[in-house]
Every structure is written in structure tokens, then in C-alpha cells.
């Protein structure tokens, strides 16, 4: 990468855009005169009248902007990232994570533990998986190294609780098994290149 | 960088336009690792034969391509490691091993230390050009800790070449994999040397070579500790970690006395308890291979200790009025030592079972031969072409005695006899030209004239001994061992063809016997005329260092104090005893092993109680720490005056071991003297019980971890177990003991085994100095 961009440290010679504002009053009768032409002209009630309408519309047409926090929420961008989502896989409901271990690896502030054993239908088996939300710093590391697309990072910015516990076992990061076709991919760290299939090779098969 | 260590034929090689210097006939492959020179090679184990399974290794040498594992170097070798051709070959080699290999690296146990990931990336495999229909492989568990996934498996053989040519129990073997056949169209189309191996891949898999499905081992986990993939892994561990994700602590093995050098791999219990746990234990597989006590009994930690202050109280109160302190050889080289210093200064008698004999007879050895210890070691005696082994049930003592056995007969194109009053199956299986003995108990003194009478130059040997020797009838020696005389005769000839380095393995039956003395006069004789060097196996863990560091007492009188044992107060590791210790694998102190080398191990995990060196603080004049004793060992016994942080842990890259140091041994000029002659009537008749641990069982601690399954009891072959029943009570002349009779299907004959790792048993009280002892066995 180079570096040229940081180095040009001359600002003035840069392509800044000016906007087409008027001159500021420079003398106190200049002042005066800006102070009264801005009292008396009619737009303080332009403004009013916006204000009045709007009253209007929320409280008898039904058309209220108002975001009832925190029951009612706005969606927030996928690339943004919140407490972690664990997400299953849409035909068998299975969860995703093969417990490889990756993302307890790559977590720089070591907060992501788990265990795994050898189960009876000879798979790798996640028995137990906690993040410690305490000491996460949210960088995304875990979702980005994630090579199932198990682990995201999910809607809820809260990051306060009353207990630490409540949000950060398997279970509860874990989609509901219920909810899963409110199951959504995840378009953000560590999701698939849109051009990813351009940058594999194939390989044969005998079949 | 890893000094190239200079030996007599050294010779000038190239490679890659540099030049080095090697041993001549050694293999390119070992001769470039030992200058730091990295060849690629998966198949390969230093110690065995080389099984050209996978073909990587492939170099070009004076224009011609060679196999850089199977060619020795010769001088003026001019080699290169990489030219355009091999390169294609090995990439090719690296496709064909990812051909259907399951995508599964997230969850192998394997990865991140996997070599065919290492591999195909060192070769830059970014495509794949070779397709076959995959075969259909079931995962099986072979034993109680060997779990096989052939799907994972890449045929190097490496397994099968450690199970054969070092542990010796040749328990797995290729089979076949009823694999698609290759198209012709490939051998034109792909490097040669890759469409072979495939071609060989292609048709095989690993499996138990007695044709079940479970081996007939000694579970020693070596198939596993060698497995370049994921492929074998031990029962216990799959699927519980990943390899980054585990702390490697440098220790020794706590069990046999062969000091093997391990590694605990430690990490956080799990989620709910972060104490630290060991989840395995590894070992340098190219270098040294661990006996199954070594691999699995690695979690007998106490983990209940605490400080204790009215417990600690009580301990130094009772070593202040003790008279006795009773211990075993599962103690490093410091705590023997303050306990020596205890009896230094305060009168306490040491009294020690397991080691005492063994001291006994190596102060005779000293005496007869002037020596202060015996000349061999494991590795010199793999570099022998002729081992014998008397006194010692190898297969149950010493694994590594065991292991440089088979390793001579299978390397070295050697030979061996095998003396020992217990029959055993697997022995014989070792080489073509290894002799059993099923002599009568009583007759070790025939044997060591056998071996004078074979092997010695009879006008370097005294005068009367001579003449004794000269007075037996032909072959009369050979008979009264229960030999097939003729037949023996006939072979021995071949066996001594091209024979230049013996060694003896002397085991722990000699050194309790009530003919010692003569017994060492015999040993003395055998180094004096025949060359043989002498390996000693102490009888368990550090007995040598007990041996050499403590004056033990040959009997317990008044107030005891137990370490690890009983008595009226208990010092214990294992958590039940008044006052807690800490556990090998919880403290940091040396060992001094069967090679004579003093090496250091390290605490694995944590421990809250009072150690043994807070007890010497409170009674005597201590340093404030244990291994402030290293530098303090005895150094008119060989021990050197170094630190314990000084001493290195390590193996250079020619399998040198640089672990801590190795015993001064001083050579005194002394006459051999005259052997007195044996009574060949003075034989055990009736029923004879053999104070023996069945293989992977050495101590209470072995027993305490939970993948060692062997089980304390009286060992039988399958026809004595028959007729003994379920359980047998034994009576011996001064007590009595009721176990579980359990067949051993390796052992032969009517002499059983009874263990003696569970202190609590007290066996050794049962037999006292003599392994063997004449008993009434009742059906329990």
C-alpha cells in the first residue's frame, strides 16, 4: 500500500469545495440590520406551521415518527456489530458451529471459550461455548475467521445487562429453533465475496 | 543451529552448493537434518527402517534422482535438494495425498500440526489434477486408547513401522483397502515416482495385524504420537482440543526408570474450571518412543491439597520424632537428597524396598569390576548388534530395555538371547535370531556361565574359573537351561556372524538374589572377556538416583513416617495421606534415568499444599526452594555441581540428547577375581509366584490415572489362569494375599506374576528381597 497519501500534509492545495454563502456582518449596524430583517420575516412561523402539521398527523391521522425504545427498535446496518448472533444451518436446523476453534484462537482479548467432545454419532460435538461479553471489544475478528458462517454478529447493541450471564452461552446467542426461517444471512464480517466463485479453482471428481 | 557432533569417519558432502560434513553411511536424509538442512519427508522415523511409502524425500544426487531416506552418504556426495523435476514430482505427491482426503481440518485433532497441511502448503499445492472414487471407511476404536478414522489416513506406515521396529509388538499392519483400481491413462499422464505411490495408496489401509478387529498391543501410543494426520489419535483425546491451543511443559516420565522425555500439554480444565489440566502427553516420536505409562498414566495429580497448617504442623512434628522414614523411587533427585541430609543430621534410618538390592548391587559392581557404575546406556545399547537380556522380565520392567532389544535385531541385523524363568510369547517374535531361555528359577548363575562359556576368551579368564567352566560336559550347560542344545548350537554360529557390539541387560530379579555377589563376580567377567557392554535397570522410576544420592537402611524400626508409602504418619501425593505432596507432574527436580543422564522435569500443574522442602525448612537448614538442592547432589557419585536452570531440555536436530547431564562414571583398576561355582540342584520347585507389574502398571500413580486399565492381581497364561479359577488366595511364608487371577495371553508357562504397584498391598513385605518365591496358591 503506499504510504503518499498520508505524507501530503499540504491541505491548502487540495480540491476543497466552497459553498456560495453571504459575507458575515462586519460593522454592529451591519449586525443590527441582519438581527431585525431575520426577526420580522414571516419563516418563524414556516417553522410553526411544519410543527403544527406534523402534530397533526401523529396525533389524529396515526402517522407517529417516534421510536418507542426499547420496545420498538430500528434496524441497524448489517456491517455493524453488536452481541454475537450463532446461526443454524436453514435445512436441518442444526446449528452451524463445528467447533474448530478457530475464532477462540483469533480472539485478541481471549474472551471466547469452549469445549468440545466426541459424540456418538462420531462428530465433533460443541458441548459447551461462552463469550465473555466483559472484556469483548466487538471487533469482528470471530465472525470474519468463522469458516462456517456460524458465528455473526447479530441486531442487539445493548451491551448492558443485569447479569453477564444472560446473554453470552451458546443457547442464547443460538437462533431459535422456532424463529429459524426469521433466520437472516449475515452480509457482514466474514461473509462471502459476492465474487467468490471467480476466485476458486474447481476440482475434479470421479463421479 | 545444531553443532554437527564430529565422529571418527566423517566425511565431506554438498548439498545445494554447501558444503558439510557427515557420517559416512548414514542416510542423506538424517545426515542433512543433523546439519540443519531441511529435506521434506513423510514416511521416514530415524529410528526405523525407511518404508519408501511416501517418496517425498526424493533429491538428486551426482545427476541422479535417489530417495534421500534409503541412501547412504558416501564422500564427495554432491546433492541437491530441489531441481524443476523433483519439484514436479513432490507437487504431484502432495495432490495425490489431498485426492478425497475429507475436508474436515476444522475439526481434525491433527490440524495446525498436521504435516500433510504443512505440506501441501510448503508445496504450494493451490490445484488439484488427480480424481478417483473414494472408498467408503469406517472409524473403529483398535484397543481401550487407539482410535483409528481411515478416512483420515495417508498410508505413510509410519505406524506399522514404529509398532515393528521399535515397540516391537508388530500390532498393526497394511491391509486392503478394496479401493478402485487407478486408470491406466494416469502412469503416462503424472510423474512417475507419485503415480506409484498412489498406485500403492490407492490399495491399502492400517489394520490390526492378527486380522480382528483390535490389536494385541502393549497400548503404548506410539502408533499415535507418530501419525502425521489426524488419523490415529487416542480415544480419550479426540475432538477435546486443538493442538494451538495447548501449553507443551518439557518433563520426565514419572514410571519406568527410563526417564523418557515427555511433554505435558496442558490448557484451562474447561469453561467452568480454569485450573489448569493436562489433556495429553507427547514425545520427540523421531528420537524416543514412550512405553504406555509414559503416554497415558499422566493424571495423577493431587488435586485435593491445601495449606494446611495443623497438617503441616503434625508432619514436622512427626519427622521430628521419626525414626524411620519409609519412601519408594517415585522421588526426585532433591527430595532424596534432603531426606539423606534428614539422616545426616538428625539419625533418621531411610528404609527404601524397591531400591534397597538394587544399591546392594551396585556397590558390588563397584567393588568387583571398580566402576562406579555400569558402562551402558538405552543409546548405546541401540547401536549394539547383540543383546542379552537376563534377569529382567523385559516386557513388564523396562520398556525402554524392551524397546533397543527388537531395535537391535530389526536395525542392526542383530541377534539376541533372552534369559528368564517366566516364558514369554512376543520375544521371539522380534528377529529370527533371538533365543529364548525358560530356565528354572535358581539357575542365573548357569546362565552367566553359559554366556562366559559362549562369548568369553577363555585364557583372559582366571584360573579356577577356567577350569570350572572347562569341567561341564558338552552342551551340559545348555540343558540344564532347558535349551535344545543341538539345535542351539547349530544357529549359534549364524547368530555371531559379523557380531561386533554386545550388551547386557542385567534386570532387577539379580539384584535381590541371594547370589548376587557371584552374580556380579559373573557380570565383572562377561564385560572383562567378552566386551559386553552392561545396562542395569533400576527397578522403577528413580531408583538409580535413590540409589546413588541415599544410604538406605535394610529395615524399618519404630515411629515411621511413609513418603508415598505406609507408616504411622503419611506423606502423600496421591491425597490420602495426613499431610499432602505434590504429585511428579506438580513439581520441578530431576531424575537420574537408566542411560545415567540427570535430566530435569517441570511442574505441569498447579499445587496449593506444602511441598517436601517446606517440612526440611522448619527441620534443618534449607535453601527456599527445591531445586536449590540440584547443584548440591552428591558429585563424588558422578553428579555434577549445576543448576537446575543451566540444564537444557532439549534433542538436537540429529537426535542427540541434550537434556541436563550425564553421571561421571570413574574407572578403577581392579583384577577380576575368581566366580565361586553354583549348586545346580539349588532350584525353586512347586508353586512360584514372580513379583512382576503387568506392562503400563508401575506405581500407584500409574494406577491412579484414568486411561491405565491394567488391574492389580495375580497374571497367569491363559492354560494357569485356566486351572487357577476366578481368584486365587496366596500363602506365603509370612503372610497371605487374595487377588484376581487375570491372564496375561503374552506369558507362558506355570510361574504367575503378582503386581506390586499398590502400595497399600505391601507385596514387597510378601516376597522380601527374591522376586521369585515358593507359595501354597489356594482358589479364592
Known sequence: ?????????????????????????????????????????????????????????ALFRGKMHTTQYPFEKLPISPRYRAIHDMLRLMESGNYRCIGCGLC????????????????????????????????????????EVCPELAIVHGGRYETASEQRASFSLFEDMLTPIDQLNLQQEYAGFGAISPNADENIKSTPLAY | MSEV????????????GVEYKAKEGEYILNAARANDVFIPAICYLTRCSPTLACRICLVEVDGKQVYACNSKVKAGMNITVDTPDILTERRAMMEVYDVNHPLQCGVCDQSGECELQNYTLELQVDSQSYSIPDTKRETANWSSVLHYDPGLCIVCERCTTVCKDMIGDAAITTAK?????????WKDNMPKDAYAMWNKLQKSVIAPSNGTGSTDCSDCGECIAVCPVGALVSRDFVYTSNAWDLKRIPAVSAHSSDGFAIYYETKPAGIEDRTEKIFRVTNEW?????????????????????????????????????????????????????????????GVKLYNPEVRPFQKFLKLYNEASGASLYNGSTDTALKCDFAVSVGGALRNDSPGLKYAFNNIQKMNKGAGLYFHPVG?????????SVECFTHKVGLEEATLYLLLELFADKDKLPSDTKEYLASFGENELLELLGADAEAFMKAFPKMMKKKENFVLMVGEDYYGHAKAENLVKLIVLLEATAGFQVVMNPPKSNALGVALICELD??????????????????????????????????????????????????????????????????????????????????????????????????????????GYLLKVTYDEVEPTDAEKFDKDDVLDGDIVYRANPPRQFNDFSDKAHQIFEAFGLYASEERAKALGEKAEILFKNGKIT???????????????????????????LFGESRYQTVTIRKG
Open chain 2, 5 to 16: 557432533q564430529i565422529v571418527d569417519n566423517m566425511v565431506d558432502i554438498t548439498i545445494d
Open chain 2, 177 to 185: 483397502r478394496g479401493g478402485e483400481a487407478l486408470d491406466k491413462s
Open chain 1, 1 to 57: 500500500m503506499s504510504l503518499e497519501q498520508f505524507k501530503d500534509r499540504n491541505v491548502g492545495t487540495q480540491n476543497y469545495v466552497k459553498l456560495d454563502l453571504d459575507h458575515s456582518p462586519t460593522t454592529g449596524w451591519c449586525q443590527f440590520k441582519q438581527v431585525v430583517k431575520r426577526t420580522f420575516k414571516p419563516e418563524l412561523f414556516v417553522g410553526l406551521w411544519v410543527t403544527f402539521r406534523e402534530m397533526i398527523n
Open chain 2, 424 to 432: 514369554d510369547k512376543l520375544i521371539p517374535t522380534f528377529g529370527k
Open chain 2, 739 to 765: 487377588v484376581d487371577v487375570i491372564v496375561d495371553a503374552k506369558m507362558e508357562g506355570d510361574i504367575v506374576a503378582l503386581s506390586d504397584f499398590k502400595s497399600a498391598e505391601n507385596v514387597y513385605e
Open chain 1, 104 to 143: 477462540e484462537k483469533i480472539c485478541i482479548s481471549d474472551c471466547i471459550s469452549m469445549e468440545t467432545k466426541y459424540d456418538e454419532n462420531q462428530r465433533k460435538e460443541v458441548s459447551e461455548y461462552t463469550i465473555n461479553f466483559g472484556r469483548c471489544i466487538f471487533c469482528g475478528y470471530c465472525a
Open chain 2, 554 to 659: 535394610d529395615e524399618a524400626t519404630g515411629y515411621t513416617v511413609g513418603y508415598n508409602e505406609n507408616g504411622d504418619f503419611k506423606l502423600s501425593a496421591l491425597g490420602d495421606g495426613d499431610l499432602d505432596m505434590p504429585a511428579m507432574n506438580q513439581q520441578e527436580g530431576t531424575f537420574t534415568t537408566l542411560s545415567k543422564r540427570v535430566v530435569p522435569t517441570n511442574a505441569a500443574l498447579d499445587y496449593n499444599g506444602y511441598v517436601l522442602n517446606d517440612l526440611m525448612a522448619k527441620l534443618i537448614d534449607a535453601p527456599s526452594q527445591t531445586i536449590d538442592w540440584t547443584a548440591y547432589l552428591p558429585q563424588e557419585k558422578g553428579y555434577q555441581a549445576m543448576d537446575f536452570d543451566d540444564m537444557l531440555n532439549t534433542f538436537d536436530n540429529a537426535g542427540q540428547d541434550n537434556r
Open chain 2, 286 to 346: 523421531n528420537f524416543v518412543s514412550l512405553d504406555g505409562a509414559a503416554r497415558f498414566a499422566y493424571d495423577f495429580e493431587n488435586d485435593t491439597a491445601s495449606k494446611d497448617e495443623t497438617a503441616f504442623n503434625a508432619g514436622v512434628e512427626a519427622l521430628t520424632k521419626a525414626e524411620t522414614i519409609r519412601f519408594n523411587s517415585l522421588i526426585s533427585n532433591e527430595e532424596a537428597l534432603m531426606l539423606q541430609t534428614l539422616k545426616e543430621k538428625k
